[in-house]
């Protein structure tokens, strides 16, 4: 019973090492759209058209996110707003936008 248990709990690690790790993926995926929309100015179509191609809708269920037309469209808002993943996910730019949105309250 114990070997199954441990089995059990390596299996949902391994998962969740993979979810991470396609998670990247899709944050790598932005930062391209964005790198493309400051060069291009194409990107938000850039990363609508991966999201919607068989490989963009594989590796956003493998990272746990539902490939639906809604999630595209937010990851079109995301790169059309051009701030660098890195720094959307940095606590500077959560209090900066906590203070913003005081501001305007």
Not at 33 to 38: L, N
Not at 60 to 79: H, K, Q, Y
Request: glycine letters at 8%; aromatic letters at 6%; a negative charge.
């Amino acid at each position: 019973m114990a070997d199954f248990v441990d089995g059990t709990a390596f299996n949902h690690e391994q998962g969740n090492r993979a979810r991470k790790l396609f998670a990247a993926v899709v944050l790598a995926a932005l930062d391209d759209a964005i790198a493309d929309d400051k060069k291009y100015g194409n990107g938000p179509e850039q990363i609508a058209r991966w999201a919607r191609s068989r490989d963009g809708r594989e590796v956003l269920s493998c990272a746990g996110i539902d490939p639906n037309e809604r999630v595209v469209t937010g990851l079109m808002d995301f790169v059309a707003r051009g701030v660098r993943t890195s720094v959307a996910l940095s606590r500077e730019e959560s209090e900066r936008r906590q203070a913003q949105e005081a501001e305007a309250a």
